[in-house]
Nanobody, 119 residues
Framework: QVQLVESGGGLVQAGGSLRLSCAAS????????MGWYRQGPGKQRELVAG???????NYADSVKGRFTISRDNAKNTVYLQMNSLKSEDTAVYYC?????????????WGQGTQVTVSS
């Protein structure tokens, strides 16, 4: 069972920055992809950014140019650098990982970390 542990959330003023970390309990090179999702108050969970095993990335339109996803394979950790934060970025941020074992797909979630942006 893969465990994902997020850290780095907190309270920040609009325009500020935060870096989220997601530490995995096993080698992330074996993952198909990892990503960050968020769920704001009264909203559905949405994809923020993803990074795949080949290194390609994708972002939600709302965060393009402000957020950067990256990974450190040696530390089994994925990061989300968030700059120019806005009040609408306030949400619980969740780390996600997807693995394939043959045709069997497994998905894992972290417990979430709160990000609050004050205007």
């Amino acid at each position: 069972q893969v465990q994902l542990v997020e850290s780095g959330g907190g309270l920040v003023q609009a325009g500020g920055s935060l870096r989220l970390s997601c530490a995995a309990s096993e080698n992330i090179v074996s993952f198909f992809g990892m990503g960050w999702y968020r769920q704001g108050p009264g909203k559905q969970r949405e994809l923020v950014a993803g990074i795949f095993s080949g290194g390609s990335t994708n972002y939600a339109d709302s965060v393009k140019g402000r957020f950067t996803i990256s990974r450190d394979n040696a530390k089994n950790t994925v990061y989300l650098q968030m700059n120019s934060l806005k009040s609408e970025d306030t949400a619980v941020y969740y780390c996600n990982a997807v693995k394939f074992d043959g045709l069997k797909r497994s998905e894992y979630w972290g417990q979430g970390t709160q990000v609050t942006v004050s205007s």
